[in-house]
């Protein structure tokens, strides 16, 4: 085999054939399909997290004239043979079958994998109805996977063809974060995990607490963070305005893009605001403009509410007055305390902060806008 045929594209017979050899050692072959136009590194990481679904990855590319129907005129911009050969010498990918149809049906049939991977805003249920009656004929399983925001042939289609326009490119830049707190840290852990996960594209490169044995801190620590205690001065609620200035040449000199405010019980004053206005988000678990304040848990439940939630907004000199970002409603049931009605809070909190943060671009594109009140 010379180099070129190591990397040429397999038969469909060749690709049934990699599948019994799989099956036979009870081993699992996982497919993907797709265009793969021109690659890019959402492409390498999704085909890396497909690859580890089983022991050997497949992939079904779109032929030329597959791509135009799906596509349009001007697509793909490389010949499928080259598209072919740059997948297969991907250390993820095992081989490459070349299909013509619009659709993977006939590859599924034929191919009959053990597990199939897409990726995006799929669900099993919104699959090509096709493709998953041809899934569920091989009885294959079906896994639906995150893909890298801010990476796809059409941006960088988009940047080629006017390049004074960067936004394209600035979402290739993972978001710069600093994250404060002064308690338990479960909003800082949620946003790690969310980034190991890739469901946020951003790096926390700094994360600050005014107590200096938080819990916080440690979660911070232990993640590899840079954290770093905050000298507040004397009084219990304040922050001295030296230290603001402080911690404005830290978050300067960390190049912080935006700041997270994750129980952070200190009031921000004007140093912070004027270097950072509208990129400082806060988590405040009541439905704003609800409940304003320390004691919002406590004030839902001495109301009698049936619901509360938790709000992510903007920072503004006015405590928990800046604008709403995203909400999450949460009911309150017979017989909850402060302490089991904060827990569900929570669970809504770790879901929707890494979930505005996110879409933190889209929506300074946007000029900030509501993203979704979401119960
Ligand atoms: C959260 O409930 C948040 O809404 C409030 O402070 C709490 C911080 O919790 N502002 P944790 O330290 O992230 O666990």
Not at 124 to 134: K, T, V
Not at 155 to 176: G, H
Request: aromatic residues 4%.
């Amino acid at each position: 085999m010379d180099f070129l045929d190591c990397f040429a594209p397999l038969t469909v017979e060749e690709a049934r054939a990699l599948r019994e050899k799989l099956h036979g050692q009870g081993k699992k072959l996982v497919f993907t399909n797709g265009c793969f136009d021109l690659l890019h590194a959402g492409h390498v990481r999704y085909l890396q997290q497909a690859r580890e679904l089983g022991d050997a990855l497949l992939v079904g590319l779109n032929s030329d004239a597959s791509v135009r129907e799906l596509k349009g005129p001007t697509r793909p911009v490389n010949h499928e043979v080259d598209r072919a050969e740059v997948l297969s010498a991907l250390r993820a990918v095992d081989g490459v079958v070349i299909f013509h149809d619009k659709r993977a049906t006939g590859l599924i049939d034929a191919i009959q994998p053990h597990v199939y991977a897409k990726g995006g805003d799929y669900t099993p249920e919104s699959l090509d109805p096709g493709e998953r009656a041809a899934l569920d004929r091989a009885g294959t399983e079906i896994q639906i996977l995150s893909l890298v925001p801010g990476r796809s042939t059409t941006r960088i289609l988009q940047r080629v063809q006017a390049p004074q326009d960067t936004s394209a490119f600035e979402e290739q830049r993972p978001l710069r974060l600093a994250v404060l707190g002064s308690g338990k840290g479960s909003n800082l852990r949620a946003l790690i995990q969310a980034i190991e996960s890739k469901a946020l594209f951003a790096q926390i490169v700094a994360a600050f607490s005014d107590v200096e044995n938080s819990a916080f801190l440690r979660i911070a620590r232990e993640a590899g963070v840079p954290a770093q205690h905050l000298n507040p001065g004397d009084h219990p609620r304040r922050f001295d305005l030296e230290a603001q200035h402080e911690l404005v040449s830290r978050l300067r000199e960390a190049e912080v893009e935006v700041i997270v405010l994750a129980g952070f019980m200190r009031i921000l004053k004007s140093p912070v605001f004027d270097a950072f206005e509208g990129r400082i988000v806060n988590i405040h678990p009541s439905l704003l403009p609800d409940y304003k304040g320390a004691t919002a848990v406590r004030d839902a439940l001495a109301a009698g509410d049936s619901e509360t939630g938790c709000t992510v907004h903007l920072v503004t000199p006015e405590i928990d007055s800046g604008r709403i970002l995203a909400q999450a409603r949460v009911p309150i049931l017979p017989g909850d305390d402060e302490a089991s009605l904060h827990a569900r809070i929570q669970e809504q909190e770790h879901r929707l902060l890494p979930q505005v943060l996110a879409s933190w671009r889209q929506l300074q594109l946007n000029e900030i806008a509501v993203v979704s009140p979401c119960g």
